[in-house]
């Protein structure tokens, strides 16, 4: 059967994830299904029973859901996953979930053979609550009849280019052998908690030539 995988390498660790229409692309501002939708980076708090009933928005709002749901991704019950979420606001704090899809979390590690095979970079930006630097990004993709064909995405330290100050970080991309027939949007996110320093630069090498961008974690 033909499929179309990626996966995040999280601290030297590969997670393969296969693409499923459990939700929306990317953000909606036109004026389609989600447009009317809040749509916000996200962790969300997942009960025994795998339901998520509490949400902490990157915006720093703490959210009930009014209804509690659940999606095919939630495989641990009592714990917390990174997501993209679209709601509509209710009063009271509360909010209606009408979609949410995974955000892979990666954390910066080490690795002496660093693939950098090109990649789109859509933007870059660090949340209001200063917890995450986010990364909305666009892979070249394609089915494939090759189980061992996976994209794997990951954020390696550049020790020879950081300091106690500055810590320059390299995104990891192996095409993985798939081909780059079209393109998909994926949505990654990195622990500021994983960042000693104050500021930092993530480089990509992107279809365009090599992208920088430098973040403060404060401001």
């Given at each position: 059967?033909?499929?179309?995988?990626?996966?995040?390498?999280?601290?030297g660790?590969?997670?393969?994830?296969?693409?499923?229409?459990c939700?929306?692309?990317?953000?909606?501002?036109?004026?389609?299904?989600?447009?009317?939708?809040?749509?916000?980076?996200?962790?969300?708090?997942?009960?025994?029973?795998?339901?998520?009933?509490?949400?902490?928005?990157?915006?720093?709002?703490?959210?009930?859901?009014?209804?509690?749901?659940?999606?095919?991704?939630?495989?641990?019950?009592?714990?917390?996953?990174?997501?993209?979420?679209?709601?509509?606001?209710?009063?009271?704090?509360?909010?209606?979930?009408?979609?949410?899809?995974?955000?892979?979390?990666m954390?910066?590690?080490?690795?002496?053979?660093?693939?950098?095979?090109?990649?789109?970079v859509?933007?870059?930006?660090?949340?209001?609550?200063?917890?995450?630097v986010?990364?909305?990004?666009?892979?070249?993709?394609?089915?494939?009849?090759?189980?061992?064909?996976?994209?794997?995405?990951?954020?390696?330290?550049?020790?020879?280019?950081?300091?106690?100050n500055?810590?320059?970080?390299?995104?990891?991309?192996?095409?993985?052998?798939?081909?780059?027939?079209?393109?998909?949007?994926?949505?990654?996110?990195?622990?500021?908690?994983?960042?000693?320093?104050?500021t930092?630069?993530?480089?990509?090498?992107?279809?365009?030539g090599?992208?920088?961008?430098?973040?403060?974690?404060?401001?």
């Amino acid at each position: 059967m033909k499929k179309t995988c990626f996966g995040f390498l999280l601290a030297g660790i590969v997670v393969t994830l296969c693409s499923t229409a459990c939700s929306v692309d990317a953000y909606d501002k036109g004026e389609g299904e989600y447009s009317l939708l809040t749509a916000e980076m996200a962790d969300v708090t997942v009960g025994s029973d795998k339901y998520v009933k509490k949400v902490e928005t990157d915006e720093g709002e703490q959210l009930t859901l009014a209804n509690p749901v659940t999606v095919k991704w939630i495989e641990k019950g009592d714990t917390t996953y990174r997501t993209l979420l679209y709601y509509k606001k209710l009063s009271n704090g509360q909010a209606d979930a009408v979609s949410m899809r995974k955000v892979g979390v990666m954390k910066p590690g080490k690795q002496e053979n660093v693939k950098t095979d090109p990649i789109y970079v859509e933007s870059i930006w660090v949340g209001k609550n200063r917890k995450y630097v986010n990364m909305r990004l666009r892979l070249l993709t394609g089915a494939s009849e090759d189980e061992k064909a996976v994209q794997t995405l990951g954020i390696v330290r550049d020790i020879k280019a950081s300091s106690s100050n500055h810590e320059h970080l390299v995104l990891y991309h192996d095409q993985g052998g798939q081909p780059e027939y079209y393109s998909t949007t994926t949505f990654v996110s990195i622990p500021l908690s994983e960042i000693g320093a104050d500021t930092l630069t993530i480089t990509v090498n992107t279809y365009d030539g090599l992208y920088s961008k430098t973040l403060n974690k404060e401001q």
